[in-house]
């Protein structure tokens, strides 16, 4: 009996619960960060955290991928655009109350760009950085408040990356007396670093001084929680007030619920089937052709995207500019059967067609995707040999071109077709290992194109070239867009001031949470 | 005495001896977590090699990591990014400690109680009912289990259900073990003590099913095959209450086999309740070496992880071996 007084006390206090005043907001994620250096990491688990703490030059407007000033107040450039001058806000400090100056651009910089440079550890990878500023010669402070970047060459896209993670701008004393940045970071975002539990929690507390203004909540929780299903039904009991990845059958049930809001918005993503152009039958371009119009990307849709997605034109995402408008193939297995006899293979021909064992935003059940295409390539006269692997093999295959066809992914990085258009397709990228360019499409023309509209200051021009480049894809088709996913956020009721910004990241400054 | 001294010195050859299997067959492992981070850098990958001692002997190495792990709880350092992994490993530990601790006392003390309450009336709708209910606690798969229990517990009970082991937004920065039920409790911080206890309800039950169902069925079979001994007869001829009998005589003589079970999946949940603490969203040992050391081929949390969970299941028999002595008088005096 004094057991079960025991029991009954012990649940009286588990049910009280208590009520702090702070208004908290917990968002859950499908995993822990890696790291919290903005420069080291290549994850989106962490960069989502990232986001909250530091600043960069510049940003994404609210829900869009154009580009607003933020650190920088102003900026000017030559009409090359290799010289670009930065006014820096004023007044603005890190959580350490240390200044945001030019020094501080440069040292965040430098630490990227120069191997000796003292705020070096041993395990930087800087691989962002490495990937995005080759083309950056030199970073020298004019001024307190100004900074000069100088690139050996045009690089059109340069804006867009400065708004990119790994250019957040670090607080040089977070590297002094054996600081570990890495699990305690200083920037001079909205949000400042608490404490990081690993695999448990990581917790922010709003930075009252922060140039925008203060953010509309007084702790900022992430919290990982790897299923999905769990993750929702914490959110609907009340652990948790928003999350990333519903699984896209919940997506299905919580349509018009009242009991929490269920938000989308188009992603900038495309998930295709890249095809080996080195290698039998695919080197042929009547049977890439070919391969196209057997797919019924609708039908794929419905079957393993749950319903949830848009058919891909092109390798550029609709949601992303430059994005050219073109009528797709209707899918026609005769018509490919046709191709394929006149690329010489009157009998058909067998093909391995690699799959990797993950889900991707992009690629919500592979399987299901795989045995789709299996089913829709059969019907053209291709016979299909499916082929699964486990996903850090798979990128080391597929990026060494041991494949003949896979199913790949991208996401977007920055705002700009060159993201997608060169990083995946140009000759450049087709070296192995690890290569981005898994089609090893290694067309001249296409490099002219894309190569000639990265050099090109002017949009408008870069416009033109990019939609002949996505015109030539269409035909040459080295890879066949499949579909673009939208994004969903799961938030409960009561939470305003959240958008979804499409070039990943979460900015959660204007989160409201109401009682 | 002598038989505890013998038996407590046992265990340090034993474990010696399972840490260099443990190191043998990671080792013989192709690919780790390295290959990864130095891709495209050979050069690189080799200098980092020698700095780490990992080009020299095998007993070399073996020799260093015992020695490490012994002095001075150094379980090595990442081969993601070189930070030590024992705190990591020993916090894990404490998570999954607490949870076990927990589901196992749930477990011992209702599967007691059912084995006993089953063996009393044998062949009634009462035994029926544990033998099914036991049987289903059996089969039943955890990770549909815990499922059902969070739906149950959400959408029917309005439980707040939070995974995790506290609610992040109270402070535990201060807190010196990561046993936050057990501190929480010596601390009396009843905030942190009613969120922890809260959240390891549903995942202990999840877990105790299981052994649970062991313990009512080994209890049972144990109490039956007693009572019908002589000296239960004598003890009921002597006039003793149906309880005395049972609880003083029969279970004491029962007690043997029940208690080697528990102690058995005491050390089984330590290192294998990964599928509980992956859909509770436990941070426990077996999920973590499952995630980093398998996952990420991370080999000294692989290493380091298996050598913490059996190095807990050598001591639990032993724990169960030393009162094996205290239950029955007999063992400790025998031959052995």
């Known amino acids: 009996m004094r057991s079960f007084c025991l029991l009954a006390l012990l649940f009286a206090v588990a049910c009280g619960g208590s009520e702090s005043d702070r208004s908290v907001f917990i968002w859950g994620k499908s995993g822990d960060a890696v790291k919290l250096d903005p420069a080291n990491v290549t994850d989106g688990e962490s960069v989502m955290v990232l986001t909250n703490i530091f600043d ?56 990227q760009k120069d191997p000796a440079h003292p705020a070096r550890r041993p395990d930087d990878a800087f691989a962002y950085y490495n990937d995005n500023f080759d083309a950056l010669d030199k970073i020298e402070a004019v001024d307190e408040h100004t900074v000069r970047f100088t690139l050996s060459r045009t690089f059109a896209p340069f804006l867009s990356t400065l708004a990119m993670f790994c250019t957040a701008i670090v607080a040089p004393s977070g590297f002094e007396d054996g600081n570990d940045f890495a699990t305690n970071p200083i920037g001079s975002g909205p949000f400042r670093f608490l404490e990081w539990k690993k695999d448990e929690f990581i917790k922010l507390e709003a930075f009252e001084d922060h140039f925008a203004g203060r953010p509309g909540v007084d702790l900022l929780i992430f919290k990982p929680i790897k299923q999905p299903e769990v993750r929702l039904k914490e959110l609907e009991s009340g652990g948790i007030q928003g999350m990333d990845n519903p699984s896209l059958v919940d997506v299905k049930r919580l349509e018009g619920s009242t009991d929490v809001q269920l938000l989308s918005a188009p992603g900038i993503n495309v998930c295709y089937l890249a095809l080996n152009t080195q290698k039998a039958p695919f080197d042929n371009k009547l049977v890439r052709q070919a391969a196209a119009w057997c797919i019924d990307k609708k039908r794929l849709i419905e079957a393993a995207y749950a319903g949830y997605g848009e058919p891909a034109v092109s390798m550029c995402p609709k949601t992303m500019k430059g994005h050219l408008a073109m009528k797709d193939r209707e899918p026609d297995p005769e018509k490919a059967r046709q191709l394929l006899a006149e690329g010489g293979y009157p009998q058909g021909v067998e093909i391995e067609l690699w799959y990797p064992v993950i889900q991707r935003a992009y690629l919500p059940d592979s399987g299901a995707t795989a045995i789709q295409l299996q089913q829709a390539l059969e019907k053209g006269g291709f016979k299909v040999k499916l082929r699964k692997v486990e996903w850090t093999a798979y990128l080391e295959g597929t990026g060494n071109g041991a494949h003949q066809a896979c199913i790949i992914g991208w996401m977007a990085d920055i705002g700009d077709p060159d993201n997608y258009l060169y990083v995946l397709l140009d000759k450049e990228n087709a070296v192995p290992p690890g290569a981005n360019n898994r089609s090893f499409y290694t067309s001249e023309a296409y490099h002219q194109l894309v190569s000639k509209a990265r050099s090109v200051p002017v949009w408008e021009e870069r416009e033109k070239i990019y939609h002949e480049a996505q015109r030539l894809l269409f035909e040459d088709m080295p890879c066949v867009p499949l ?29 409201q949470v109401n009682k | 005495m002598t038989f505890a001294v013998r038996r407590i010195l046992l265990t340090i050859p034993l474990l010696l001896v399972v840490s260099l299997v443990v190191f043998a067959l990671s080792d013989a492992l192709p690919g780790d977590a390295a290959d990864l981070r130095f891709e495209k850098q050979p050069q690189a990958k080799e200098e980092w090699r020698e700095k780490r001692g990992l080009n020299d002997p095998f007993v070399a190495r073996w020799g260093r990591y015992i020695g490490g792990v012994a002095t001075t709880l150094d379980f090595d350092d990442s081969y993601l990014d070189d930070r030590p992994v024992g705190p990591d490993l020993l916090e894990k530990l404490q998570a999954t400690f607490e949870l076990t601790l927990f589901a196992l006392t749930i477990a011992t003390f209702f599967g007691l109680l059912a084995g006993i309450l089953s063996a009393l009336y044998p062949r009634t709708p009462l035994d029926y009912a544990v033998n099914v209910g036991a049987l289903f606690g059996i089969s039943v798969p955890v990770f549909w289990l815990g499922m059902m229990l969070i739906v149950i517990a959400v959408n029917l009970l309005g439980f707040r259900y939070s995974s995790n082991r506290v609610d992040p937004v109270l402070d535990t920065s201060h807190f010196v073990t990561n046993l936050y039920l057990l501190e929480s409790l010596v601390r009396g911080d009843w905030n942190v003590f009613g969120s922890a206890f809260r959240n390891i309800l549903l995942p202990c039950l999840a877990l105790a099913t299981i052994p649970l169902a062991v313990i009512t069925r080994m209890t049972r079979s144990a109490m039956l095959e007693e009572r019908g001994k002589d000296y239960v007869r004598t003890a009921q001829a002597k006039g003793a209450t149906t309880r005395r009998v049972v609880l003083r005589h029969a279970l004491r003589n029962a007690f043997i086999p029940i208690l080697t079970i528990t102690g058995v999946q005491f050390g089984a949940l330590m290192g294998g309740a990964v599928l509980t603490e992956s859909v509770f969203n436990w941070p426990g040992l077996g999920r973590f070496i499952v995630d980093r050391g398998v996952g990420e081929r991370d080999t000294p949390v692989l290493v380091g992880g298996i050598l913490l969970v059996a190095t807990v299941f050598i001591l639990t028999n032993l724990a169960v071996d030393l009162l094996y002595g205290v239950i029955d008088p007999r063992v400790r005096r025998g031959r052995a």
């Open chain 1, 56 to 111: 960069t030059l510049v940003t994404f407007e609210e829900g869009s991928i154009e580009i607003i000033p933020w650190l920088a107040e102003s900026w000017e450039h030559n009409e090359a655009r290799t010289v670009w001058t930065f006014k820096l806000r004023q007044g603005v400090t890190f959580h350490d109350g240390t200044p945001v100056n030019a020094d501080a651009v440069v040292f965040s910089f430098m630490r």
């Open chain 1, 483 to 511: 579909v673009t996913v939208p994004d969903f956020r799961v938030l409960a009721k009561g939470v305003t001031g959240y958008t979804i910004y499409p070039a990943g990241g979460e900015y959660f400054r204007a989160v």
